[in-house]
């Protein structure tokens, strides 16, 4: 239910409109009610954030006060967008550490808090991008510590679900950093990375 609703700089996402936590906190009884109702006891309704740090990571404690005891129950997980390495570097050796370090706090110190404690996490988009001066054997890389250290944490952390951004390159002519986040190009030739997921798919899948 919504996407990036915590980023309020940018008018692509939904935070950048108002009241968004309202919206949040009456879209997902509704689509929860509805879900119900169609009998449709599988489907997954639940939210994403990027990560929360300082005052913002109150975020979904202000969910849960505006949504009330509703909202405790409603979501079936919380999820979280985050690109480690992309926006702020990470060396290669601390990047699992580092990974590690951003899921537990957003359990224990975004989710517990509010009351979301128990909740399943769903890591909705992670991804490093290839372009000028960034090696797709990197790509490859960091894909494999990112998805190792979900795999590894799991349990710990009722870490459930895991999401590549993305598949394809939106447009592989073009040198823009959000271009370039596929698994292949835009006509579908593989990259390292590809195969890597892959083989953790094959690994890791349940």
Same mark, same amino acid.
């Given at each position: 239910m919504a996407e990036e609703p915590n980023v309020t700089s940018n008018p692509t996402l939904d935070g950048y409109h108002p009241a968004g936590r309202e919206a949040i906190v009456r879209g997902v009884s509704a689509a929860k009610a509805r879900a119900r109702e169609l009998g449709h006891t599988g489907l997954r309704i639940g939210f994403n954030t990027t990560p929360l740090f300082g005052p913002a990571a109150s975020f979904a404690r202000d969910l849960t006060? #505006?949504?009330?005891?509703?909202?405790?129950?409603?979501?079936?997980?919380?999820? #979280?967008?985050?690109?480690?390495?992309?926006?702020?570097?990470?060396? +290669?050796?601390?990047?699992?550490? +580092?990974?590690?370090?951003?899921?537990?706090?957003?359990?224990?110190?975004?989710?517990a808090p509010a009351g979301l404690g128990d909740l399943p996490l769903h890591i909705t988009e992670h991804g490093w991008p290839t372009g000028p001066d960034r090696s797709p054997h990197r790509q490859a890389d960091v894909v494999e510590a990112v998805v190792k250290v979900i795999a590894a944490r799991s349990e710990r952390l009722h870490?459930?679900?895991s999401t590549h951004f993305a598949l394809r390159d939106a447009d592989s002519t073009r040198t823009g950093l959000?271009?370039?986040?596929?698994?292949?190009?835009?006509?579908y030739a593989p990259k390292p990375a590809f195969d890597t997921m892959k083989r953790l798919v094959e690994r890791f899948s349940v």
């Open positions: 006060e #505006l949504g009330g005891e509703d909202f405790l129950t409603d979501p079936d997980y919380a999820g #979280l967008d985050f690109f480690p390495d992309v926006f702020q570097p990470v060396d +290669a050796s601390d990047l699992p550490h +580092a990974v590690e370090g951003l899921l537990r706090h957003h359990r224990d110190s975004v989710l870490l459930r679900g959000f271009h370039h986040f596929g698994l292949t190009t835009d006509d």
